[in-house]
């Protein structure tokens, strides 16, 4: 076991609340869980030692910080400042309640292999509840802000609760003022015909290592649209897992990442497809430039009681430095004959055929560059449902690939 997993379950003693019983369950199997190493196939391309060197510490007192304003969106805000929750929205839509209590959701979406998840399940000493009566719809977006000072450890936990025929909007906001380290799980049960759209925005880079994941179960006729922007760090790790838990859900997932220096990322997406007539659909594109390196490891698993699924994972990525690196493992695990399902990845550099024909047309070489790399994820930008989300994001974006240079 390493020094710092001993250290994150010393200090998983101190929090007593609502959740022991659940919290006690994860401890043991935390205790029993080896430290992830190059033989571990979930972590092969993904080394620890960014966490293992990690000097963030637990904060007692919270700084004031802010989260970022978005032009032409109002939030309810949820504000967890260096792992403790520090404010919650006053006025509440009817239908929709955000409490501390007990959950018996808690721990039972998110899958017990994750060993962050494991983790964060016993250090968040503050569990957000959120709950979206039946047939509700929510019009505000709900953003889960996850903020963290220079030097600051901290574990932030949501449980959602769709019921069914309730519709939300939900952001997952994370913003790192330094060096930090963070685990943040959100689990989100979507009801029968209920409506989730999620985001999921993690931009923070340096010296950050974050760890998370977002993780989702659907009963019969509900439907998810999520969508991942991350940057590269010391180290990004991202889980997403979908559950079909009844028959003619529909999800799409749609993700990008960018990269640069010796940032690393990892996102790793797994879709269960345990009942018929499902549908899925999965577009992941990333770009790595300089040195860095991403990971992105895509699993469908069709059991064999789920006919008629139609099923679909397509994973592209660009560099642009013959010094990046990408690997990508798309999977398609079958065990049922009647499904339409394909899959497929790709990795190649930027054309330089288009990039020197827009420098001889006057386009500098970043201009061109910031041309060619934005055009290759724009249209995943496109795609999200609310565009006051797609218009903040977009020149964020810019500005990253600004930074970037092909090599």
């Avoid at 509440?92 to 998110?110: A, V």
């Avoid at 949501?158 to 060096?179: D, F, Q, S, T, Y």
């Avoid at 989702?216 to 999520?226: D, H, I």
């Avoid at 064999?304 to 430095?321: F, M, V, W």
Wanted: charged share 25%; hydrophobic share 45%; glycine share 6%.
């Amino acid at each position: 076991m390493s020094e710092w997993l001993q250290h994150a379950i010393a200090h998983a003693d101190s929090i007593q609340d609502g959740f022991a019983d659940q919290r006690a369950v994860s401890l043991a199997l935390l205790k029993d869980t080896k430290w992830p190493s190059r033989k571990t196939e979930a972590w092969k391309y993904t080394p620890l030692r960014a966490v293992e060197r990690s000097s963030a510490v637990f904060k007692e007192e919270s700084p004031e910080l802010t989260p970022v304003d978005v032009v032409g969106l109002d939030f309810l805000e949820l504000t967890f400042v260096d792992g403790q929750l520090v404010s919650m929205p006053e006025d509440l839509p009817e239908g929709l309640t955000i409490e501390m209590q007990e959950s018996d959701l808690f721990t039972t979406i998110k899958p017990e292999r994750h060993v962050f998840g494991l983790v964060n399940d016993v250090l968040a000493a503050d569990v957000a509840v959120v709950t979206v009566a039946e047939n509700v719809k929510i019009d505000s977006v709900l953003r889960i802000n996850n903020l963290l000072s220079n030097g600051a450890q901290g574990h932030i936990r949501v449980v959602v609760e769709l019921e069914a025929g309730a519709a939300l909007k939900v952001v997952e906001n994370a913003e790192a003022h330094g060096a930090t380290l963070t685990t943040a799980y959100t689990e989100f049960l979507i009801g029968v015909e209920a409506h989730l759209e999620h985001y999921r925005f993690a931009l923070q880079a340096g010296d950050n290592v974050a760890l998370g994941g977002s993780h989702f179960k659907l009963l019969g006729k509900a439907t998810l649209n999520s969508s991942i922007i991350g940057f590269g760090s010391d180290l990004q790790r991202i889980d997403t897992d979908i559950i079909y838990a009844g028959e003619k859900a529909e999800a799409k997932l749609n993700a990008i990442y960018l990269l640069d220096g010796t940032e690393l990322f990892d996102l790793h997406a797994n879709v269960e497809h345990a009942v018929p007539n499902c549908t899925t659909e999965e577009n992941i594109r990333g770009i790595a430039g300089d040195r860095s390196r991403a990971v992105f490891n895509g699993r469908i698993h069709i059991h064999r009681d789920a006919q008629k699924t139609l099923a679909e994972l397509n994973n592209r990525n660009l560099l642009l430095s013959d010094k990046a690196e990408i690997n990508t493992k798309p999977e398609l695990e079958i065990y049922a004959d009647d499904v339409r399902c394909a899959h497929g990845a790709t990795i190649a550099e930027i054309d330089k055929k288009a990039l020197y024909y827009l420098q001889t047309r006057g386009v500098s070489r970043s201009q061109a560059q910031l041309m060619l790399s934005f055009g290759f994820i724009n249209e995943l930008i496109d795609q999200m449902p609310t565009a006051a989300l797609a218009e903040w994001v977009r020149p964020i974006i810019r500005d990253r690939f600004a930074q970037m240079e092909v090599k």
